[in-house]
């Protein structure tokens, strides 16, 4: 075989299985969704075809906005708070020095802590009567803060916690791609009189771009698809200023059993991910080949 | 150690029992539960006491977790996959009876009207004529208080009246500003702040929903003394509303005096060996004479209309509303469903032994559940960030026109 | 730390001496000051967790706010062994294998087409790829549903037809709690990424040493990728460990069920059991972290046994 038939051979295997995997077990549903969400559907009964009525109702439904509102905030500051310090711990702990590994481990651990245990204890942390934050604010004269009850930092206390629980997964990533930078590549700009800074800038950031396109991208689509923090701690709370859109989605899928609504809900936020995911690409790769 | 007997027996049943059962045929119904271990107990007891009475039905017990909405059970029906019986809570009775996913049991026997049941409770179950499940948890709303701090602030009874409560707030609150030793009031999750405000609604004499169910008119003049007087309480330095966990560890050691809440305190109470001593009383009326009312939730057993052995698990469900059944749960001090419970021996004993339980078992008479609707999550949604709204000091006019609109919105998607 | 054995009798000299002491302080300075303040943050709320876990019910909620309660309460830790509401035993050795299979079959399947979508240049491949990451952009709370449907109607399957009907599919087994999930946009996306950036010239090199298309991917890509393999391992078996929802959905009886859904039994409409639950919690915890101190220096150091040394 020459090489051009064994690159076609590989390349139609290679390729054919993980993406015809991929047709019937999630764009096949992703299709079903997109169906249901022209439908009134609750699950129990068959659904019935309503044409664009949900889109319609969820153009005037200003819980959807409100949510959409918070969602944004929420990965206003989630983001760019969780991509800068878990791009600097990986920088931190991408060292050979002896004991390296446990501090990587102690930045990891948040991560594989269940989302439930953790949760509770930032609850705790926030209670009004009982809870640590205000027992130390005490100590300095502050009256108790009711962290999570109070519309203006209830969200700001969810994305504390978000970004600690999560720092450590995106460290991993970053850690990999430092690896991946040759040595020799800053030892020389450093013998050509480089220093950290412009290391920095010239040389490791270029070459992390790949890893930090997949950062950038899935931390985008992760915290526009923030839920299990907000279910767990505020069920969107108080006044709504938590509601996020898929919290909003999940209520009024397994609550309200108005499924073909949230299907609706969940269409508008793929398009707005598509959208906003491709203009993040553009911009992260501006032409470049790791686009 | 009722249970350990209760074992026994179960033990014995299903040792002498098995031969002859075998010649009569056997069913086996399967029932998910996800209950507290609490609950759990109770429910093995009953299970027990059924197969003995009952040598011919086996009841397969699947521990289920739920889900926090019923995904499990939902997808379950979708499927055709749904057990014969499970337990029910919150709006998903009357959503799965409209359904027609429930069986109605008026066809095995059960009275559309059932005096063996509070009426608020066997409310919950009624669905167009028809019966369609039986409750086998109520749980009354009440104010549990601290004795000392009672004591300590010279008072002697609960709070009669609303205007009372705030004044009782006030004089139970120990400390200020930043440093508050004892809250004088507290009140705990969002699901708990919305009972509170329907709570409040009802004495009040309105009513959530209009008369034919179209629309939801909480912002009625009811509603807005209901929310008058939380906005009133939010006010008070010494009312934490809106706490989460722990309030009743607080209240059993008077880091709060007093809190709205309902039976769990008692299990509370039981595993926690350093509590102090804390009373229970009536939730609150507008005036001193008022028709007492409190709010209480409920929870029932049904059968799916997907079951193969409908007779059987109707029998079971029949059975474990039952007083006999019911002694179990308050033997786990929980209120039973079924006024007849208070004359059962296991019930008497644990009656005995904490007075508290029997006031809350007496309060079921007055109790009233959330109203039934099909479409009742979406406007309990749009309840509780009203209550937040006003308890964070927004207007309680404005807070319910909002609320309301939200339900109605939704009350229009069907 | 830099170790400086002093031997009396072969004196040092001083510059040397100076100099290993200046690398240590700046070590200290750049490195493990900074390191372990963040570490203090890092481990607080868990300090907390494990704190909590040895304490009974009623303690958990005490005030003033205790660091930790005397005397530990270690009987959380056998409890949990005979918790009737849970069987951690089972329920470890399910989520075992649901992890571990489901991240063999991740890695195998994302890593082919990543390798064919970064290394191979053919007409609609960015589109190929637009299409790929466009498919984690659906919110999994809704796919749920019809993917729960899909697995329950798989033909010849639990008693089914060839038309998918009348029996129960894949439910309650293990190819349906693993199988749907085993390809994901994210899994391809991330190991493109990492393909993209081996030099070509390596490749090339490799074919004129005579190395097959597959050699390619076995011998040189994978290898000179193990960083991002063993970081995606992790991150996929330990998704899967901490999987909640369609673990509950799809796993009907003790046969399947999970860890974590053993630990959403504690959790009840009648209230939590929160001390089995952070027991529970960090019981189940474990395994995780062992399997990341034990991986995490093939993610620094796996790029020695590629070319960038």
């Not at chain 1, 509770?120 to 005490?138: C, H, K």
Request: a negative charge; hydrophobic letters at 50%.
């Amino acid at each position: 075989m020459t090489i051009k038939q064994q690159q076609l051979l590989l390349g139609t295997i290679f390729l054919g299985i993980p993406l015809l995997w991929l047709l019937v077990w999630v764009v096949t549903p992703i299709f079903v969704v997109l169906y249901l969400s022209f439908t009134s559907y609750d699950i129990l009964s068959a659904p019935e075809w309503v044409g664009t009525w949900n889109f319609e109702d969820l153009w005037y439904d200003s819980l959807y906005w409100r949510a959409f509102g918070n969602t944004l905030y929420f990965t206003a500051f989630a983001m760019p708070l969780g991509v800068t310090l878990s791009l600097l711990l990986a920088m931190l702990v991408n060292t050979r020095l002896p004991g390296a590994w446990i501090y990587r481990t102690i930045y990891y651990l948040p991560v594989v802590s269940p989302l439930i245990a953790t949760a509770l204890i930032w609850i705790l942390f926030y209670e009004v009567s009982t809870g640590l934050f205000n027992y130390l604010l005490r100590f300095v004269g502050i009256s108790p803060l009711p962290w999570l009850s109070n519309s203006a930092t209830a969200m700001p206390a969810i994305i504390a916690m978000s970004v600690w629980k999560s720092l450590g997964f995106n460290m991993v990533i970053f850690l990999a791609a430092l690896q991946a930078i040759p040595r020799e590549l800053n030892e020389a700009a450093a013998l050509d009189g480089a220093g950290r800074a412009r290391q920095f800038y010239s040389i490791t950031l270029p070459l992390l771009r790949p890893a930090m396109t997949y950062v950038l991208i899935t931390t985008l689509i992760g915290s526009f698809q923030v839920f299990a923090q907000v279910y767990v701690m505020t069920e969107g709370g108080p006044n709504n200023a938590t509601v996020t859109l898929v919290h909003l989605i999940y209520r009024t899928a397994f609550q309200n059993l108005d499924f073909g609504y949230a299907s609706a809900m969940a269409v508008v936020l793929f398009v707005i991910l598509v959208t906003a995911s491709f203009i993040n690409l553009r911009l992260v790769s501006r032409g470049n080949l790791y686009g | 150690m009722p249970s350990g007997k209760m074992l026994a027996a179960l033990l014995a049943s299903t040792c002498l029992l098995a031969p002859a059962a075998f010649a009569q045929e056997t069913v086996t119904i399967q029932f998910w539960e996800g209950h507290s271990v609490q609950e759990e107990q109770a429910t093995i007891n009953m299970i027990a006491a059924f197969e003995a009475a009952h040598p011919d039905i086996k009841v397969e017990r699947v521990k289920t977790s739920f889900g926090t909405n019923f995904e499990r059970i939902t997808t379950a029906i979708a499927s055709n996959t749904a057990p014969d019986v499970s337990p029910i809570w919150s709006g998903f009775l009357t959503q799965f009876a409209e359904q027609g996913q429930l069986v109605d049991l008026t066809q095995y026997g059960v009275e559309p009207t059932n005096a063996d049941i509070y009426p608020g409770a066997f409310d919950y179950v009624t669905w167009n004529d028809g019966v369609y499940g039986l409750p086998y948890a109520f749980d009354p709303r009440f104010i549990v208080y601290n004795q000392e701090a009672f004591e300590a602030a010279g008072l002697t009874e609960p709070p009669a009246t609303f205007e009372e409560l705030i004044e009782y707030t006030e004089q139970l609150t120990v400390g200020e500003g930043s440093n508050i030793e004892q809250y004088g009031f507290g009140l705990g999750g969002s699901d708990s702040l919305a009972y509170f405000f329907i709570n409040l609604l009802y004495a009040y004499g309105g009513q959530v929903f209009n008369e034919d169910g179209t629309e939801a008119v909480f912002n009625n003049e009811a509603g807005l003394q209901a929310g008058e007087i939380i906005s009133r309480l939010a006010g008070l330095p010494g009312a934490t509303l809106n706490a989460g966990e722990g309030l009743r560890q607080s209240v059993l050691h008077g880091r709060v005096a007093m809190i709205y809440d309902g039976p769990w305190i008692f299990y509370e109470a039981l595993n926690d060996p350093e509590s102090e001593e804390f009373g229970i009383g009536r939730v609150p009326m507008p005036g001193e004479g008022d028709q007492p009312l409190n709010f209480g939730s409920v929870g029932a057993y049904v059968v799916y209309e997907q079951s193969d052995n409908k007779e059987a698990a109707a029998e079971f469900v029949k059975f474990l509303a039952s007083p006999e059944a019911q002694q179990h749960r308050v033997a786990m001090l929980k209120p039973g469903v079924s006024p007849g419970v208070r004359d059962a021996p296991e019930a008497q004993a644990a009656f005995e032994e904490w007075p508290g339980l029997e006031t809350a078992q007496n309060l079921l008479d007055e109790s009233r559940i959330f109203p039934k609707h099909d479409n009742w999550p979406s406007v309990f949604q749009a309840i509780i960030p009203a209550v937040e709204a006003i308890i964070g000091g927004e207007d309680p006019q404005s807070a319910l026109d909002a609320a309301v609109n939200q339900a109605n919105r939704a009350l229009r998607r069907g | 730390m830099t170790v400086v054995i002093m031997q009396p009798d072969r004196p040092v000299p001083t510059a040397a001496i100076d100099r290993s002491r200046r690398r240590f302080w700046r070590a200290v300075l750049t490195f493990y000051l900074p390191a372990t303040i963040v570490a203090a943050v890092m481990l607080f709320p868990l300090f907390w967790m494990v704190s909590i876990s040895l304490r009974t019910n009623a303690e958990i909620f005490s005030y003033p706010p205790d660091l930790v309660s005397i005397p530990l309460r270690w009987q959380n830790y056998i409890d949990i062994w005979t918790d009737p509401r849970m069987n951690l035993g089972i329920q470890a050795w399910n989520t075992l294998v649901y992890a571990t299979v489901r991240t063999f079959l991740q890695l195998l399947l994302s890593s082919m087409a990543a390798f064919i979508l970064a290394r191979y240049s053919f007409p609609g491949r960015t589109l190929v790829f637009y299409l790929v990451l466009a498919t984690v952009m659906i919110p999994d709370e809704v796919m749920m549903v019809p993917l729960f449907l899909m697995v329950k109607s798989v033909p010849l399957a639990g008693g089914n037809d060839i038309f998918g009907m009348g029996g129960t599919g894949w439910l309650d087994t293990f190819y349906g709690l693993i199988l749907p999930g085993v390809v994901s946009g994210y899994s391809i996306f991330f190991l493109r990424q990492f393909f993209l950036t081996l030099p070509k010239e390596l490749e090339e090199a490799a074919r004129i040493d005579g190395c097959s298309e597959f050699g390619i991917y076995w011998r040189v890509a994978l290898p000179m990728s193990m960083p991002a393999l063993i970081a995606l391992g992790i991150f996929s078996f330990q998704f899967a460990w901490s999987d909640f929802t369609w673990p509950l959905i799809i796993s009907g009886s003790e046969r399947t069920r999970t860890i974590q859904l053993g630990l959403g039994l504690l959790s009840t409409t009648d209230g939590t059991d929160w001390a089995m639950l952070l027991t529970g919690a960090v019981i189940s915890t474990l395994p995780l972290i062992a399997l990341f101190m034990l991986l995490q220096r093939f993610i620094v150091t796996g790029v020695n046994f590629g070319v960038g040394k």
